[in-house]
Structures are given as C-alpha cells and as structure tokens.
C-alpha cells in the first residue's frame, strides 16, 4: 500500500538521519494483497494492470511533498532568522546540504497480464511513473502462478 512505502521513509530518515543507500522494493504480492478491489489475493494478477504505476506515481509525489514542506519550513526559519538578525550560517548549510525524501523505486512485475507487448507496454508504463529497476518474473502469460509457489 502507497502509505506504508511514504511513511517508511519517513520514518527512515527522521531515525537514521539519512536516506542514503535506501529504496523501495514493490513486490507484486504485496500490491496484489492491498491494491486489489477484489480484496487482499495472493500474486494471481487480480489488480489492475496498471496498479504498481500508479503507486510509483503515488509514492514519488508524497516523497517530493515531504521534502517540499521540510525545506519550507527551513526557509521560514531563514526569513525569521533575518527578520531577528540572528546567524542564518546554520540555516544556510542545512537548506545547502538538504536530503531529499525520494528514492530509487525498484517494482516486482510478471507476465501474467498477456503477451510480450502487454508486458513492455506495462514496463513502460512503470518506466514513466519513475521506477528505476523493474524485476519481471519469467512466468507463463496464459498459466498466471504466483511466483512464491512451487511448480
């Protein structure tokens, strides 16, 4: 779900300090189990097609929003910090060494929705919404399996 991945972050760097050498892994099990209107499933393909694009998309704007309104806040206090003639000096440097919320999303998809150009449409798609890594499983397109099964 788009919340746990945003929030994670957050959480992320408010602990660690850093976001540094952090990603986000979409595993399609976890889209399909909270992304599907049919309910929580297990890897079968029963969400849209385009419901891990549509998270990245998600995702890469909450992240941008986070860094947005810290560094909002910084300026803020920059301007009330030359308003009082107080030394803006540590001010400046965190704005000048600011690190941003948004990283690298890697996202699990398979064959299951169709043919070759379904899948590279799909890829595409997730291209464009921002992933920087796609993991396509080599499953059957007409004999859809959850990847974490044997067979």
């Known amino acids: 779900h788009g919340f746990i991945g945003q929030q994670k972050m957050l959480a992320v760097k408010k602990h660690q300090g850093t976001t540094d050498k952090s990603y986000l892994y979409l595993s399609g099990w ?3 189990a909270l992304r599907s209107e049919f309910g929580p499933l ?41 308003k009082d003639g107080r030394d803006t000096s540590d ?14 999303i890697i996202a699990d998809i398979d064959a299951g929705f169709g043919n070759e150009e379904a899948t590279y449409l799909l890829a595409k798609k997730m291209i464009e919404a921002g992933a920087c890594c796609i993991q ?9 399996q959850c990847g974490h099964q044997d067979g």
Do not use: C, W
């Open 30 to 32: 976890m889209v399909a």
């Open 91 to 104: 001010i400046v440097k965190a704005i000048d060494n600011y690190e941003t919320h948004v990283v690298p």
């Open 136 to 144: 396509i499983e080599n499953q059957v397109s007409d004999a859809k």
């Open 42 to 82: 297990p890897d079968q393909s029963m969400h849209e097609k385009t419901s891990v694009a549509s998270l990245i998309e998600e995702l890469y704007t909450f992240l941008r929003q986070a860094d947005a309104r810290e560094l909002g806040d910084l300026f803020k206090e920059l301007d009330q910090a030359k």
